[in-house]
């Protein structure tokens, strides 16, 4: 039997799942069991595992244990839906607006319509075929958007029951102009901070200035020496293990890049500036994806009031971040700019270094067997070719993924890019969920061959 | 008729003139005239001028005026005594401590005890000669320890009546190891902010991490290419018209550093700094009293928070502050660093730049007639040459009246160097009250001529 699609949508999207407020801890744990019956009424076993946080849902259908296994993750929590009044209609009150082809309700996009479509994909191919063409496995958390604190654990505990051949993500976007895609890559992550000191206390710049190290001058020098005038970094080994980008990529990213690039959702205007630079030798699309980066997210000391305040401060400190394209690693990374302002910190001031949390880049072959399933599975759904994507963003759960199961994930987002994800208003057009439960029959047989 | 010299210190010392706390305007009041009457027991002219704040005092005593005219300019406020728990005797209850030969109260050696050596020198002048060998004017505010905020307007109403040859002001120190000395040179001062501003709000740093220009990361630029890696400034224009030393200054600043860097006062312990460092070819004193300095007082942006927050930011502010030696302009060296900076400016961010407050740097030349005439009386006074002295701070009465009067400025300080200035247990050694008596007996005399 086959679920209504709109009407399974409404009903999900009515649960307040905010996991971030404890007030829904209930909510959560009711979506949790609903889920649990929904996938029972499909033709699915399912569970529903507590965890120190929110409860995990694991559904499965397993008609072949020589078959192929396929891991769907989902996630059934939503961002709060703050601030209140800056929303049309009430959150938790799903409405259908037919004219725009939407529903508008938090958690609409992220992740609960591309959720279902998965679930009503499998349902359509068990009512029409009677059986999947291969074992599927659903994991859907209640924590992703609090940075899923319990799940690696339970991937760990639990890593023989989800042993899969290849996982299936859909929380990511469709490409600008609404167009389908695969993500094949996310940039890692990797934080630092460090401490720049100087005079045991501010001196008063007259009297001492000149003959003392000023330690904001310094931790700028240190700053300006992780890249050369035209962007390229300069830390030494950095960039070293990295390929050039075949033709192949950075054809892809150029046409990405092209649609990317005017109209009201071009990223010049998403970014608020007026011209978008970065590492000489590199398109937009390419620094974006493709190319590490190190960025300063703070920079703090001295004298922060009104007016001025003639003193050589005491120290300064420094937040950097870095983007990570495979197959860099956080941990070489951290060692290689700690090395690096080591070796360039100035006379008279001295450095503390403290390293910040990590996440690896990701990458798997678009051209891969899966890859190439993934997109056939797309063109047959969406009627046209899908694009290619690297995100330059991390999602460390698909990290996690490969740490933990080795496996790689298919990014498949089915959010249109107007869809206000954490924002109010949030919504989904209908004609990419109807379009997703396609995509998941077809990715299915794809899949399976 | 000669007051007796404790007597009188302990009595001026009583006072609690202390400028910033309205509190005590009355007790400023009654000071300005208790130095009226003083003045005119000791055979001067004497009034206590009002001002927007607290009062004037002028004395003269003008036997010819043909001859030379020397103006004495003092100050009888006070910083505030707190925190009070820590003076070891009530502040304005002054202790005579003969073993240690020092009077301790607030404002003994800042600027009282020094201001009644000049009062004292000139009766006892009168009592011996019958008559001044020369014109002197005395002035005397209330508004030093709070920046001298109607002094200028003062100087300007009344320029005719203070018409001077030289004037002289003992509101410095006496140079380490507590040697006579004479300060001839002072730095200005010059202050800016600039801002540098980037995307419309702080972005993420994966998605637009690489094809955006960081603010931040672009004001370290900026800093670090105010400087090369010796420590010489590259603002084009701004040392250009700095002379090199001349040998006999070398030497002179020399031998104040020998010794400056021992003891308990050594510069490198004073600044709590492991090592000092400065411009490459210069000496520290040369670098403290002769060189020019760009210093960052305060830099800020983006995530100032606990841990990470990984943006692009969309702004930075940077304060700046320059400390110059005559004959530079601090408004030009202002439009040489604004010129530089925009020069310098990254891609991709916009510059914002407020400039500040200004002051004249200040030199005279120590061999003039009246610099060695000051050397003369100090040596006879003291028993031993005194130490010729840069001043790397600089004090804003002094290019005042370099500006409106056209005068050059004697610095010729009685402050013992453990003084305690705007400090718990401030104190005046008693040798260098009386010697400073002597000094300003032999200082008439010696500018007489």
Not at 51 to 72: E, F, M, S, Y
Not at 399 to 425: E, R, V
Request: proline share 8%; charged share 20%.
């Amino acid at each position: 039997m086959i679920p209504d699609p709109i009407d399974t949508l409404l009903e999900y999207l009515r649960f307040p799942t905010v996991s971030t407020q404890v007030g829904h801890s209930d909510d959560l744990e009711d979506c949790a069991h609903w889920l649990k019956n929904l996938f029972e009424k499909i033709g699915l076993s399912a569970a529903v595992y507590p965890t120190a946080g929110h409860p995990i849902v694991v559904a499965r259908r397993a008609p072949d244990p020589q078959k192929k296994t396929l891991l769907i993750y989902g996630h059934y929590d939503v961002q709060p839906a703050e601030p209140l009044e800056q929303w049309n209609s009430p959150p938790f009150e799903p409405l259908l607006n037919e004219r725009e082809g939407k529903i508008y309700a938090r958690g609409s996009a992220d992740n609960k319509a591309p959720t279902l479509a998965h679930l009503l994909g499998i349902a359509s191919t068990l009512e029409e075929e009677g059986e999947l063409p291969l074992n599927v496995i659903f994991l859907l958390e209640g924590e992703e958007e609090i940075g899923s604190p319990h799940l690696e654990t339970f991937l760990r505990e639990h890593r023989h029951e989800l042993s899969a051949d290849i996982i299936v993500v859909s929380d990511t976007g469709m490409a600008p102009g609404n167009l389908p895609a695969m993500t094949y890559a996310m940039r890692g992550v990797a934080a630092m901070e460090f401490l720049v000191r100087g005079p045991s206390s501010d001196l008063h710049s007259g009297l001492f200035g000149g003959a003392v190290a000023n330690p904001l001058s310094a931790a700028a020098r240190l700053i300006a020496s992780l890249h050369d005038g035209e962007g390229r970094i300069l830390v030494p080994g950095f960039i070293e293990d990295l390929q050039p980008l075949d033709p192949w990529e950075r054809e892809l990213l150029a046409a990405v890049e092209k649609i990317s690039s005017t109209g009201e959702n071009a990223l010049q205007r998403l970014a608020g500036v007026r011209e978008l630079v970065g590492e000489a030798g590199f398109s937009t699309f390419e620094r974006l994806g493709a190319r590490p980066t190190i960025e300063v997210n703070g920079f703090g000391g001295g004298y922060q009031g009104e007016g001025t305040k003639t003193i050589i401060p005491r120290e300064a400190f420094v937040k950097l971040s870095f983007r990570l394209v495979a197959p860099q690693s956080p941990q070489r990374a951290l060692q290689q700019v700690e090395a690096h302002l080591r070796a360039h910190l100035p006379r008279g001031v001295s450095l503390e270094i403290k390293p910040g949390h990590c996440g690896d880049p990701y990458w798997m072959d678009p051209h891969s067997f899966y890859g190439k399933a993934a997109q056939q599975a797309l063109e047959e759904s969406f009627g046209v070719a899908p694009l290619l994507l690297r995100e330059g963003a991390s999602i460390p759960i698909v990290a996690s993924f490969k740490k933990i199961l080795h496996l790689d994930t298919l990014l498949l987002g089915l959010a249109n890019p107007d869809c206000g994800m954490h924002s109010p208003n949030e919504n989904i057009l209908l004609k990419n969920f109807f379009a997703g439960i396609e995509l998941n029959k077809h990715l299915l047989k794809k899949l399976a061959l």
